[in-house]
């Protein structure tokens, strides 16, 4: 009964949300998992109770699980919970009124503007191939002016690419749609790209290769048709090492933070900054405010007449 259960809530999660499939695998792995717990107490997801959901939490602390997966834990449960009440697959929801764990606010890793000097440096010496530096760099830059998810840069379909545009338009997370300015570095690199990809696409077709051009950005012959998100931190990962930074300091998240810590440090609003980050609510976007403590320090020994 709970594999139906399960399925129904995940189908009501991608129609009604348009949950991404990463989405739907997680939220399937945490409930098998909680699943797994109430068997294993003679319990299931139709008879378990308030201490019952407690008692799993309590042994996801004592197992060591940091607060951030088990408050993703607790989510999953919850969200199921929610939806067996509403539709009707049972008389209560157990996990309605379950706090969460308390989780520190972590502040997020960047880098400096010129370690982001020296990425983009590095991007068009790292690549086989003249194709590969091209498409890396065109990577590097779009990152880097637009503070893209990984998954929204490399799914990009190329149609958003044509004709030289000033602006990217992105369907981020939720299905929210938004504009984001191209800078002119940007911008030079994603024509280059852009002839390069063409070039080598219109020669799959002529040889029998595939069938038609790829509708993507950045295409691949893989399952997704585009490169992956793990095939574009790898190559984060070699564009770090020619920059002589510490790869495992790098990713595609650092280049997003840096985006964002950047633009707040040089005077941009908070609320400019939700939009390009396409962030739904700006309590989000407010972590970036520790950027500034150290300027507003600098600024107030500088300006202030008791200073």
């Known amino acids: ?27 399937a792995r945490d409930l098998r998992d909680f699943a797994d717990h109430l068997s294993r107490h003679n319990m299931t997801v139709e008879t378990a109770d308030r201490p019952a ?4 939490l309590a042994g996801l602390e004592a197992a060591g699980l940091k607060p951030a997966t088990r408050a993703r834990r607790l989510s999953a449960i919850k969200g199921f919970y929610r939806f067996a009440f509403t539709d009707g697959l049972r008389t209560d929801d157990p996990a309605a009124l379950i706090p969460g764990p308390k989780q520190g606010r972590r502040l997020p890793k960047t880098l400096t503007e010129a370690d982001v000097d020296a ?36 799914s990009l379909p190329v149609a958003a690419a044509r004709g030289d545009p000033r602006m990217l338009f992105v369907r981020g997370k939720g299905g929210r749609e938004r504009m984001v300015p191209l800078s002119d570095p940007a911008r030079m690199a994603l024509q280059g790209w852009l002839e390069t990809r063409d070039q080598a696409e219109a020669a799959l077709v002529a040889d029998g290769g595939q069938a038609a051009a790829s509708a993507f950005l950045f295409p691949s012959r893989g399952k997704t048709g585009h490169l992956t998100r793990v095939q574009f931190y790898q190559v984060i990962k070699r564009i770090a090492v020619e920059a002589r930074l510490d790869p495992q ?20 609003d908070l609320r400019v900054i939700q939009a390009l980050l396409g962030h739904a609510d700006v309590a989000t976007t407010e972590i970036y405010t520790h950027v500034l403590q150290d300027r507003l320090k600098q600024i107030v020994m500088e300006h202030h007449p008791l200073a």
Request: glycine share 4%.
């Open 249 to 268: 300091a790098i990713s595609p998240h650092t280049l997003r933070h840096a985006f964002a810590t950047h633009l707040l440090a040089n005077g941009a």
């Open 1 to 27: 009964m709970e594999a139906l259960w399960f399925g129904a809530f995940l189908e009501a999660l991608q129609a009604e949300r348009d949950a991404a499939p990463r989405t739907l695998e997680s939220y």
């Open 53 to 56: 959901i407690e008692s799993y």
């Open 119 to 154: 990425l983009l440096s590095a991007a068009t010496r790292t690549g086989r191939t003249f194709s590969e530096r091209a498409r890396n760099t065109c990577l590097m830059e779009l990152l880097y002016a637009t503070g893209l998810r990984a998954t929204e840069l490399v």
